[in-house]
């Protein structure tokens, strides 16, 4: 019997939402002896075939020691009422695929409702009737407070949680199970009763969760970071909570609930055969190959061919500087910034001087970086690569759309690894797509702040995708009035077009505005987007998200934040004032008083405590203390937080207290919990 099995958990395929690299979740749980761990993207199975590549992490039964459970966070439209503005209120639902049969309705029900429900241009959602007719070989359970119970019992309708309830009870029986969670949210106390209550009736079986986006508790900063920096300028956007992360056991069971419901984890994985088949069967399609080739007519009828899909990777430099952002550092020290992250060759890597040079003037902000460079920012078609997908292989290749256009959930690397045919592309099939590919090219450079290349990328893109797609077709019947596409990477049907057609044309249009002003062409920039709020087909509300962000000044902090979370405190600190001791230690008395075991000092001070500025220079000696002071209460004072350390041994670190905020080792969580607080 294993100890847990973590069955919700979302790795760099939730793009924009979590920071946890498959890899790295691999080995943490393998680590932490747990023999499998689900993969449970939003609305993505983009994960699932890097999961199943043989790894040399060491002895195992499965390819990395650890067997991935292949699943999904589903988007399922409920028919719950809508929001207030008029947008469809979904669901999630977690489903993980018992078996090959299992594996297929998967990814039979996803291709679905990427092709044909993607709702507000962004959601590939599920419905009903879709998942009672590919139900089989999958396992269900209620996901977090978004699920089908969370989100009506939030709204107060506790008949209709219910009625979900029975419904996907009856339909997936003993496979169907409730799902608890210890997230410190104001709504997460009321659904877990309702879950128990409910099952409890059904008699049906419960598992608990962590809601999982990041490794460890001290990683949440990272995390804020890259959300707060999703449309490269610092928003106001935050997680409600610091404990999305990849607990271990001890954790999970520390939050003091029925032991019973841990267990049953460990049963859902040991029912789970699917990886071990769906690579058995990719391996025989893979060997079929070397034989006799069927005619090319016979193919045609029936196989397809797809393109298979990239991501546009967070460079160095567009980590450094996403930090950079997040810590509030001037936008003066930029040329720095630059000057630094042009010659970084390998993020990871700290052996070439200018790396060595960075890391020392700003390893907490170096840290930060090196544990956002490689996530994806966004996925995008990858017109080299075709994918010819084999009756073989039908139903087992997952499939999403990128700007309407259905592509293989697939990388070409992951894709070679596996032996799954694929070939190179010629220019002629490149062509048609010539719009969607400048935008992709453009949005690199955006990030990566050459807006001069950017300009032109989208410029092209523009021009290459015909104005029809503009003026006529961005309305959605259902909505019963016009919106583009808030995300990238996703695509709008058109009925009355007959086509989809690419959101990628509206986000070209107002990237470009933006380059334009970052070019300092400003009266230019001003006359995109005086087109773009006149064009009745754009959503005001998605434009003033996205033109707003510009140049915002972050908000100041009027005096030094506690946060109180079960897991940690986080103290946030204005860049206003030079707090002393006394100030610090009163501004955490609840931390100390609740039983906390890590702080973490947020905000411009992390920043500050790396310059020459003389305010930092006092406030070095003031931490130097609170961390004393701390230290004699067990608590731990984080500042550096290097994401990308897997924790290597389980007890807690020497005892010698790091002279400075550095070397911080990741591996004390893994201290029993003691005083720790539960919710
Ligand atoms: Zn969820
Ligand atoms: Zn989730």
Redesign the pocket.
């Known amino acids: 019997m294993t100890v847990f099995t973590h069955l919700?958990l979302?790795t760099e395929s939730s793009v924009a939402d979590s920071i946890l690299k498959l890899d790295q979740a691999l080995l943490a749980v393998r680590a932490d002896g747990q023999r499998a761990m689900a993969i449970?993207d939003?609305g993505s199975l983009r994960s699932h075939f890097p999961a199943l590549i043989p790894r040399h992490f060491g002895p195992g039964t499965s390819p990395s020691g650890v067997e991935p459970l292949l699943g999904v966070?589903a988007y399922l439209d409920a028919g719950l009422p809508p929001y207030p503005d008029g947008y469809p209120r979904l669901c999630?639902l977690v489903l993980i695929a018992k078996n090959i049969e299992g594996y297929q309705n998967l990814v039979r029900l996803q291709r679905w409702a990427w092709t044909h429900n993607l709702v507000i241009g962004r959601f590939p959602a599920l419905t009903l009737p879709m998942i009672e007719q590919f139900h089989r070989g999958l396992i269900c359970t209620t996901?977090?407070v978004g699920g089908p119970v969370g989100r009506p019992v939030t709204l107060g309708l506790w008949d209709v949680a219910e009625d979900l309830f029975l419904r996907f009870n009856d339909l997936f029986d003993e496979d169907f199970y409730g799902e608890v969670s210890a997230h410190p949210l104001a709504e997460q106390p009321e659904i877990n009763r309702a879950v128990a209550l409910f099952s409890g009736r059904a008699g049906r079986r419960i598992v608990q969760t962590v809601?999982s986006?990041y490794l460890g508790p001290a990683d949440w900063i990272s995390h804020d970071c890259l959300l707060k920096t999703k449309d490269k300028r610092k928003s106001g956007y935050r997680y409600p909570a610091a404990c999305f992360y990849l607990a271990p056991e001890w954790r999970v069971r520390g939050y003091g609930f029925n032991p019973e419901w841990i267990d049953e984890t460990n049963r859902v994985a040991e029912k789970c055969s699917a990886a071990a088949e769906v690579r058995a069967a990719i391996l025989t399609a893979a060997s079929v190959r070397g034989g006799p080739q069927p005619s090319a007519a016979a193919t045609a009828m029936t196989s397809e061919e797809l393109f298979l899909s990239k991501t546009v990777p967070i460079t160095p430099y567009d980590a450094l500087r996403s930090v950079w952002v997040w810590a509030g550092l001037p936008p003066g020290g930029w040329s720095e910034l630059a000057a630094h992250a042009r010659r970084i060759k390998r993020m990871a890597s700290v052996q070439s001087y200018p790396v060595r040079a960075f890391s020392r003037k700003y390893p907490n902000l170096w840290s930060m970086a090196r544990g956002l460079a490689g996530l994806p920012r966004a996925v995008c078609p990858d017109f080299r690569h075709k994918i010819l997908v084999s009756d073989a292989l039908k139903d087992l290749i997952p499939v999403r759309t990128v700007d309407g256009l259905p592509v293989a959930e697939i990388d070409c690397v992951t894709a070679r690894a596996l032996h799954l045919p694929v070939r190179q592309t010629a220019e002629s099939e490149r062509e048609p797509h010539k719009g969607i590919e400048e935008f992709y090219r453009g949005l690199a450079f955006w990030w990566n702040d050459r807006p001069r290349q950017a300009l032109r990328a989208f410029q092209v893109s523009i021009a290459a995708v015909p104005s029809a797609g503009i003026g006529t077709s961005l309305s959605i019947p259902a909505l019963g009035r016009p919106c583009p596409s808030a995300g990238i990477g996703t695509s709008l049907s058109i009925p009355a077009l007959g086509r989809p057609c690419p959101s990628a044309l509206i986000l070209a249009r107002i990237r470009l505005a933006q380059s334009l002003r970052e070019l300092g062409r400003q009266d230019e920039s001003d006359k995109w987007l005086r087109d773009l709020r006149q064009d009745p087909h754009v959503d005001s509300l998605h434009l003033k998200k996205f033109v707003m962000a510009i140049g915002r000044p972050a908000v100041p902090v009027p005096g030094i934040q506690l946060e109180l979370y079960p897991e940690v405190a986080v103290l946030s600190m204005p860049d206003s004032i030079t707090p002393d001791f006394g100030e610090i230690r009163k501004a955490c008395e609840p931390a100390v008083a609740a039983g906390i075991r890590d702080v973490i000092v947020s905000g411009p001070a992390i920043a500050r405590l790396e310059s020459r500025h003389s305010r930092a220079a006092r406030l070095n000696p003031v931490l130097a203390r609170f961390r004393k002071y701390l230290k004699s209460r067990a608590i731990d004072l984080h500042i550096n937080l290097d994401i990308s350390q897997i924790p290597s041994r389980i007890d807690p670190p020497a005892k010698s207290p790091p002279t400075r905020e550095r070397n911080v080792s990741r591996s004390r969580q893994r201290r029993p919990i003691g005083a720790g607080t539960s919710a």
């Open positions: 919700h979302h449970t939003h966070e999630h996901a977090c809601d986006h």
